[in-house]
């Protein structure tokens, strides 16, 4: 195995209970999201879907940051 390789940094890291600022982006951006989606057509499974699918997106695009 490559030496260089063992003590690289992992590309993508976990979120953990103690990185507020990155939950407050996820979490606004799914609530605004949501809000937007069910405003714009009264569904709530909708809105939740989107909502989810946007928390998921914005989750993996934070791992990589």
């Known amino acids: 195995m490559d030496r260089g390789l063992k003590n690289s940094h992992p590309r993508y890291r ?7 600022v990155e939950w407050l982006i996820v979490g606004l951006l799914f609530a605004v999201s949501s ?3 069910f405003v714009l057509t009264s569904s709530v499974m909708s809105a939740l879907f989107v909502g989810v699918l946007v928390w998921l997106v914005s989750v993996g695009v934070v791992a990589i940051l």
Not at 14 to 20: E, I, T
């Open 35 to 37: 809000v937007g989606v």
């Open 14 to 20: 976990r979120l953990r209970p103690d990185d507020w």
